[in-house]
Each structure stands twice: as C-alpha cells, then as structure tokens.
C-alpha cells in the first residue's frame, strides 16, 4: 500500500476496458466539462481480446434492426430505455466519426468494410487516446470498497487508489482467458446488490454419450443446416424456440440456433434444482406434426416405391434425412402408426442435450446484476451512489446478430455520460 496515492482521489476510474468500458471512457472524456484525469484499467496485458475475436474476427458491430425483443433481461423496459438513448444508428455515426465505415449484410449485421474487427478496437484505443484517458493494463483490480463519498480502489499489486466515481464494466464470465472471470460480479454480491444466477449465454449445446439419437446425429459432423429448436419441461410444457442455422459437431450442436437457444436450457436448469428440460429438433417447414403428416400422405400417393430417406431429401440434407428415416423403407409400405411417428419425427425429434460447453466457449453471460439495481439514465447503482455499471456485468444477454455489442456501447455511453 503506497499511501501517497490516497491522498487525492481520481475524479473518476473505470474498470475494464473491453466495449462497454472503452465506451464509457469516450463519453465520459468527450466534453470540456470533463473531469480529468480519467483512469481506465484493465487487468489483461492486451484489453480488447474479446473485440479482436468476435464475429469470427470480423467484429458484428451492430445490427439493422435493434429491439428489447433480441435480449433477455431482468427488465425490458430498461433494455428499451438504454438502447433508445444510444441506437444502432447512433453506433453506426460513432463508428463513422472514429473512422469505421460499416457495410450491412444481408443477415442485418453490421461489419466493419474491411472486415477485420482490429480496425473497431484500434479506433476505440485511437479515440482513447485522443481524448486523455488513461489506459493502465496489466492492471488488476482485486477489489472496491466504499468510502464515505468515495471509493477505495484496491489493486492486485497491493496499491490503492481511492476515486470520486467508478464505472465498473468487468464483464461477466464468458471467455475467461480474455480477462473476464466475474470479479466484478462477486463485488456487487459483496455490496449487496441482487445478483441473478449467471449461466452461460450463447454457447454450444453438448450431446449426452450413449444415445442412439445423439449418436446419430454426432455422426453429421460438419453438417449445417436450418433447423427449429424447442425447450420443453419434462412434463411437455413448451417454454420456447430457436430457429435458424445449426451445425452438427463431434460434440453435439453449434450454430446460431443452438447458441441462442444455450441460455435458455442452462438458466432452466439452475431455477430447477439441476432438472433439465428437452430439446427437440424440428424441420423448419413444418410447424405442427399434422402438417408433417399431410405432406407425407402426399407423398407416399405420389412415389409410394421411393424410400422414406429419399422422400425426406426433398425437406432436409441426405445425411440428416437419413437419420430421420432410419430404418423405414418404401414411403407406400409405411402402416398408419408408423407414419404419423415419422411425422412427429420430423416436428419435434428429442435429443439429447445434457448442458452447454461452458464459459470458455459461450459468447456472453446469462443474468447478472439486476436491472432495478441501476438508474436507466445514468446505470448509476441505486443504492451506492458514484458506482456506475455497463456492459455484460448486467441482467441483459442479446441474441446472436451484434445485439451484446449494442448494449455494451449504449449502456456504455449513458454510465460515461452519467459519470462524466
Ligand atoms: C468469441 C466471441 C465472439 C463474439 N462475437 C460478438 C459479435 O460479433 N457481436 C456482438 O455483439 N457480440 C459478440 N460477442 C459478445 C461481446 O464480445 C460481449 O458482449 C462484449 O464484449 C461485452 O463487453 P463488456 O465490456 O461488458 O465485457 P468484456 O468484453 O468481457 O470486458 C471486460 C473487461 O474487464 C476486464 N476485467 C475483468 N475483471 C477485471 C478486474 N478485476 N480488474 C481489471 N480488469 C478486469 C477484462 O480483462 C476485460 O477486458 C462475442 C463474444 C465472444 C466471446
């Protein structure tokens, strides 16, 4: 402890230096009525990892179309609130203005035109920069405690600094080797903010060893394809969907469809002692097994000498209707009974999900500090007054699509605003 240090506080310090961090720092620093100096640390050699590798290296900045309908959060209405303050148009006019032109593709995601997300973390370092923010990396923080009117910073190292206001942007816990294990979260637990149960958001869903349905569908590795995921409880209730892209893997399902489905299985799980609900996959053409059933009586009276698998080419890959039609032979041959099961095959077949493959591989961070513990005008903490929170700390996970970068920015852009 080096207690000159604590003898002027620092008009404001910010923690963590990924997006939402990064953002609330330009904002904060961008007015002549700025408080200066202005720290920003971050524990991690390199801040910026998880901005380098996402989007598969090309950074989805954003999306064309931004609602509190693409996130789940512990409060829509402040989801709502946020992203209205700083919209995808606003993102798109603040990339531009640091020197990032952004190109729309087709699947509403917006990149960057060179297709390199380094060009998005350089021009934040660059703005950083600019404005006379002080980056420390390398720089842990191991704890924050409240003092008086200020706060006691404590870092790793063993130095202190005490700051007037803190903006705390730690993350959650998704890719752990980027710097982000959840500290921040333990502090607001330890301030006694509410904390809703993390799980991993956006992740891989893993197949349970030794089913012959996973088996099978293990077997279409490197397959891609459009498909709908269903979570039901065990008793059938249905609780939600998923519909897009999905890729079999030697461990189970990735892909959009899979990943923005992963929150949902992983947080029933922990509100239900451990239990886990059912995935079912579905052809996306058909809704009901009815539907199902009708196209194949169709079917069968057209080409009843065709094979089942061959007659499911016309709404699937080869290898995928393979494995739906295994075991059945001419469409003409199939009885009633077996029909209709081929029908609710292709609507809703179980598979075997046992959980999601971690923090390691998820995108972000499921729950998190509930949304009624900050002021959606300034994410300053209701109850502590100075601490201001932004980012992936909080209640809010988007889908997959640019969605978690928007609320990075735009919660970003009011905690900078609010603490600045
Ligand atoms: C592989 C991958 C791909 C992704 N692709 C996309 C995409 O294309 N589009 C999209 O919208 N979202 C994407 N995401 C999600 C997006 O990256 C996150 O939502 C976003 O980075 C969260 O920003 P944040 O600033 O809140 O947290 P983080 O980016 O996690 O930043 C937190 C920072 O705090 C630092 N820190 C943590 N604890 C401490 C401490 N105790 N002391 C000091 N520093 C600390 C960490 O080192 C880190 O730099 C992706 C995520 C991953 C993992």
């Known amino acids: 402890m080096n207690p000159s240090k604590e003898i002027v506080p620092i008009p404001l310090v910010i923690i963590g230096a990924g997006a939402a961090g990064m953002a ?46 693409d996130f789940n959060a512990s409060s829509s209405a402040v989801v709502k609130r946020v992203l209205k303050a700083f919209d995808n148009r606003r993102t798109i006019a603040w990339m531009e203005e640091m020197g990032v032109s952004l190109k729309l593709e087709e699947t509403g995601k917006y990149f960057p035109v060179t297709d390199k997300a380094r060009t998005v973390l350089a021009a934040l370092q660059r703005r950083i920069e600019e404005l006379g923010v002080e980056l420390r990396s390398a720089t842990r923080v191991g704890r924050i405690i409240p ?32 710097g982000s294990d959840g500290a921040g979260l333990q502090w607001m637990r330890e301030l006694g903010l509410k904390v809703n149960p993390v799980t991993p958001a956006l992740a891989p869903l893993i197949f349970g060893e030794g089913d012959p349905v996973g088996d099978a569908l293990r077997g279409l590795s490197g397959l891609t394809t459009e498909v709908r995921l269903t979570l039901h409880t065990p008793g059938g209730a249905r609780l939600t969907e998923s519909v897009g892209s999905a890729l079999f893997t030697h461990f189970g399902m990735s892909g959009p ?10 947080q029933w799980v922990v509100a239900n002692g451990g239990q886990r609900p059912v995935v079912r996959l579905a052809l996306p053409g058909f809704r009901l097994p009815e539907d199902a059933n009708g196209w194949l009586v169709e079917q069968a009276g057209k080409f009843p000498k065709r094979l089942v698998a061959t007659i499911l080419e016309e709404v699937a890959p080869a290898r995928l209707a393979a494995v739906l039609g295994e075991g059945m032979g001419r469409i003409g041959d199939l009885r009633r009974e077996e029909r209709l099961e081929l029908a609710r095959r292709m609507t809703g077949l179980p598979i075997p999900v046992v959980g999601d493959r971690g923090y390691p591989f998820a995108e972000t961070t499921a729950g998190g500090v509930d949304l009624s513990e900050v002021d959606p005008v300034t994410m300053e903490v209701r109850r502590v007054p100075g601490l201001h929170l932004c980012g992936e700390i909080l209640d809010v996970d988007g889908r997959i699509g640019g969605f978690n970068f928007q609320w990075a920015w735009a919660s970003g852009y009011l905690a900078g605003r609010g603490a600045g």
């Not at 200066?36 to 996402?54: C, E, F, H, M, Y």
């Open 147 to 178: 003092d008086g009117e200020l706060f006691r910073v404590e870092l790793s190292g063993g130095e202190n600094l005490l700051a007037r206001r803190v903006i705390v942007a730690t993350g959650g816990l998704a890719l752990p080797k980027s």
């Open 24 to 69: 609330a720092a330009i904002f904060a620093a961008g007015t002549d009525a700025s408080p200066r100096p202005i720290l920003l640390l971050d524990g991690a050699k390199k801040p910026g990892v998880k901005i380098l590798v996402s989007g598969g290296g090309r950074c989805n900045v954003t999306n064309k179309t931004v609602t509190a309908k």
């Open 257 to 266: 469809a899979a990943m923005d489905l992963s929150r949902h299985f992983s």
